[in-house]
């Protein structure tokens, strides 16, 4: 049946269903966890995720929180970045510590040079007994 000219059109306003009112509960979530990772610096990863999938959700089915789901994206992405750059350079840090054996060798010079080994055969077990003696 075509509307006519004259005729009005109804215009109903349908119900909100009950899953779209408040807010996203992963995009709650997700910002909470990106805001706890700057108190701990844990949590980045979890918020990162979490704020994702909350994001895309309040997309989806129109539900409050995209502005907390993307906020927790983006503190979120920018924590977990600053966090791997810290893990890596701490990693070249230590790597770079233990393979350089006169860094070590300058740290125990002053424990080596007060203490001494005395070595004593014991004839019995047939093995040497070593002893640390420091002054």
Known sequence: MAETKGSVAKKTKEPVAKEHEGYN???VAGFVCSVAGL???LSFLVGLILSSIGLSKTKKTGQGGHGMALAG???GAIGTGLTLICVIIFTIFVVA???NTSVWENAFDKFHSKC???Q???SFKHKYNYELICE
């Open 73 to 75: 994206v983006i503190i």
């Open 97 to 99: 510590l233990v393979n």
């Open 116 to 118: 001494t080994y005395e």
């Open 39 to 41: 108190l701990t610096g």
């Open 120 to 122: 004593q055969y014991d």
């Open 25 to 27: 509960g992963l995009a």
